[in-house]
């Protein structure tokens, strides 16, 4: 019931206000402005060009992973999956991450869509091993075909946040390159990187 009426519902409350309004505007003599606020709502939920790139990242993974704990070290290497599918009509896209981090299953969902409103793409972030969401905004490059993103995480360490920003370079159509960058100290550090590769 959350999930309807709660979040899920917001759009549809938000609707359902404005439509309530407008009747009773209507009423006081005003135009009825239902057919307004449709197509408001029609533009801003529509899947537009914008959202073709996230074709791309939909589909079945194997992923080999690098993190570098320490810039001047070996960086740990690991193995994964990742298994993506579109969500409402191609407006966002819903990742279910699987792997390994320092001997401990890790496993993340991530979901990535082009917002009409903002006029960017946007994604959150959920995994077992936290229980904040991390939020990110990002840019699409045609030519390259890759995606940049930036956000801030929160580090159980200091408390604080750490400012972040990560690129997914559609390399061909069966292989991703994922490179993470974090800022500590004013100093940005690449610190992961992931390949996909599409399991045939």
Do not use: C
């Not at 990242?57 to 993506?84: F, Q, R």
């Not at 936290?130 to 408390?159: H, L, M, N, Q, R």
């Amino acid at each position: 019931m959350k999930g309807l009426f709660g979040f899920g519902g917001l759009a549809v409350a938000g609707l359902a206000l404005a439509a309530a309004g407008a009747q009773e505007k209507g009423k006081a003599g005003g135009p009825p402005e239902m057919e307004a606020m449709m197509a408001a709502y029609k533009k801003a939920g529509a899947v537009t060009d914008n959202h073709k790139p996230l074709e791309a990242l939909v589909g079945e993974w194997t992923t080999a992973s690098k993190m570098w704990m320490d810039p001047a070290a070996a960086p740990m290497e690991s193995a994964g999956t990742a298994s993506a599918k579109p969500l409402f009509g191609g407006r966002f896209v819903q990742t279910a991450h699987s792997g390994n981090f320092m001997g401990e299953t890790h496993e993340g969902i991530s979901t990535t869509g082009y917002d009409n409103l903002k006029k960017k793409y946007v994604g959150t972030w959920i995994e077992n091993m936290g229980t904040s969401i991390t939020y990110t905004e990002g840019t699409y490059d045609a030519g390259a075909k890759t995606f940049t993103f930036t956000g801030k995480y929160d580090d159980p360490v200091t408390g604080g946040t750490i400012p972040f920003r990560f690129t997914q370079k559609v390399a061909d159509k069966d292989r991703i390159a994922f490179e993470w960058y974090e800022t500590r100290e004013g100093k940005e550090a690449k610190t992961m990187e992931i390949t996909y590769t599409r399991k045939k």
